[in-house]
Every structure is written in structure tokens, then in C-alpha cells.
T-cell receptor
């Protein structure tokens, strides 16, 4: 158990709809990263937050948005969903300074299926 | 230029044999970390091993070792005595400590262990 919690684990919805994915980082971790992994693809970096502020933005579509709340949990909002948005969405957290080795701690992912 | 390059989309190895998964990286940061993650078919991302840019010795974790060649900017993962449970996707990643604390992932290598 990485200590990063993602909900929901599975989500099936229709095109045009909007969904919210939620992530609770490890206790004490200030950084939250979001990644998208489409079928048989690598990890695409979407966005990073640090202590409530956006730190870096990757290949995140305009239809997607995210935020990190004062309690450090984060939400990724996906709107006007398209079939191609079907993917595994990972949240990961990392402590400031990286802790011992600086690795990312990943949640189990939210698997989104758009029909 | 790609920050992390994994040139082997797929690899096969006989059970109990050793296998090397290649990874090269590109950075101008003097301080960075290199990571390997395993993603089994169940989807979770499992941290395997870490190598710091200032570490003089190659990292080892059980059957995993990281062959770190700094001058060549390579960080190959060596798995000894392969087991059937090693069949998975393997991702190499890098974290640059001085330039935005970003994580960069490679496209992954799919390893299949043959009985």
C-alpha cells in the first residue's frame, strides 16, 4: 500500500459527460502529480501541484482541469468526455525534497471508460 | 529531445536467466535521481530501485540492480534469476532536483518471462 488513495477505481460514462477523479496523497506529502496512461501506452504527465499551487503543466487538454485543496487532496476534472479519454489515470505524491530517495508514490489508478 | 529513452518495446527472457532493460537519459542538471518502476498487468505502479546522480556505487535491491554509467547517461535495470512474476511493463524515470523537480518517464519495456 503506497498510502496514496484514488477514487473511484473504475468509472464508466458516456461521451460528453463530466467526471471528477479524486486523490488523497500520502500523509505529509505536499506534491501531487497526475498522469494519464492510455491502453498499452506510457505515462503522460498532466499536471503537478505543490501545496495547493500549480507547479507544472504537461499535456493536459483544455477540457481537463485540476486543483489541490488546503487539505492537500486533489481532484482532476474531465469534461466533454471523448472516447479517446478512456485511460488509466494515476495520481502520485512525493514529499518535499523527495524523502529518502525521491520516488513518486502512486495510487492504484482510476480506470475511466468512455462509451 | 527525449529525457528518458527506452529502446526495447518488448523483451523475452527464460525463467531463471538474467535480463537487462536499457535506459538512457538526457539532462544538464548535475543533481538528479533515476528510478525504475514495474507495472504488472493489474495496473499498479511499483517502485523498484533508485540511483542518485552522486552515488558512486550501483544500486541493488534484491534481484534488481541498476547499472549506472554516468558518462554514457545510461541506467540499465538488471533482473537476475527471472521469475514468472517478473512479467510486466518496466518504466525508467528521472527526477531533476534543480530544474523544477519534474519526473520524466520512458515509454516502457514489456518483459515476458518464459517458463
Amino acid at each position: 500500500d503506497s498510502g496514496v488513495t484514488q477514487t473511484p477505481k473504475h468509472l464508466i460514462t458516456a461521451t460528453g459527460q463530466r467526471v471528477t477523479l479524486r486523490c488523497s496523497p500520502r500523509s505529509g506529502d505536499l506534491s501531487v502529480y497526475w498522469y494519464q496512461q492510455s491502453l498499452d501506452q506510457g505515462l503522460q504527465f498532466l499536471i503537478q501541484y505543490y501545496n495547493g499551487e500549480e507547479r507544472a503543466k504537461g499535456n493536459i487538454l483544455e477540457r481537463f482541469s485540476a486543483q489541490q485543496f488546503p487539505d492537500l487532496h486533489s481532484e482532476l476534472n474531465l469534461s466533454s468526455l471523448e472516447l479517446g479519454d478512456s485511460a488509466l489515470y494515476f495520481c502520485a505524491s512525493s514529499p518535499r525534497g523527495g524523502g529518502n530517495t525521491g520516488e513518486l508514490f502512486f495510487g492504484e489508478g482510476s480506470r475511466l471508460t468512455v462509451l | 529531445a527525449q529525457k528518458i529513452t527506452q529502446t526495447q518495446p518488448g523483451m523475452f527472457v527464460q525463467e531463471k536467466e538474467a535480463v537487462t532493460l536499457d535506459c538512457t537519459y538526457d539532462t544538464s542538471d548535475q543533481s538528479y535521481g533515476l528510478f525504475w518502476y514495474k507495472q504488472p498487468s493489474s495496473g499498479e505502479m511499483i517502485f523498484l530501485i533508485y540511483q542518485g546522480s552522486y552515488d558512486e556505487q550501483n544500486a541493488t535491491e534484491g534481484r534488481y540492480s541498476l547499472n549506472f554509467q554516468k558518462a554514457r547517461k545510461s541506467a540499465n535495470l538488471v533482473i537476475s534469476a527471472s521469475q514468472l512474476g517478473d512479467s510486466a511493463m518496466y518504466f525508467c524515470a528521472m527526477r531533476e532536483w534543480n530544474t523544477g523537480n519534474q519526473f520524466y518517464f520512458g515509454t516502457g519495456t514489456s518483459l515476458t518471462v518464459i517458463p
